[in-house]
């Protein structure tokens, strides 16, 4: 599979409410923090917690210390709720007459902006 056309299957975006579909936090749902396309990863708000050991770093303003901090997991661990009808559910993809790209909600037919 060339690199883009795996880049293209994710239909998941910054800012968008996902559901957990695997691991500790199964059923769970939050927003997407951040996404990362080459790694297939993203990374779910108060999702998948791990604590993370840091020292302290006076220079970079980092307090020392174990500290609560959201994992990545990967992208098929995770499905897009739909804001229309509430469920997490497949998405497809459409182009609108005007020709912006929008995803399509297979259940109920809602648009979401790419
Ligand atoms: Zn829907």
């Known amino acids: 599979m060339k690199p883009e056309s795996k ?18 936090d199964r059923g769970k749902t939050g927003r997407v923090l951040s996404v990362d396309r080459a790694k297939n990863r993203v990374t779910v708000e108060h ?4 604590k993370r050991h840091t020292r ?10 174990i500290i609560d901090k959201e994992a990545a997991v990967n992208i098929s661990n995770v499905m897009l709720v739909c804001p229309g009808c509430g ?8 182009v ?9 909600c297979r259940r109920c037919n809602a648009t979401l902006p790419e």
């Open 7 to 24: 880049a293209n299957s994710i239909n998941i975006r910054r800012g968008d409410v996902v559901k957990m579909m695997a691991g500790r």
């Open 47 to 50: 999702s998948n917690m791990i």
């Open 56 to 65: 302290a770093n006076p220079n970079k303003n980092i307090k020392g210390g």
């Open 87 to 94: 469920k997490s559910s497949r998405m497809g993809r459409s």
């Open 96 to 104: 609108l007459p005007s020709g912006t790209r929008v995803r399509v």
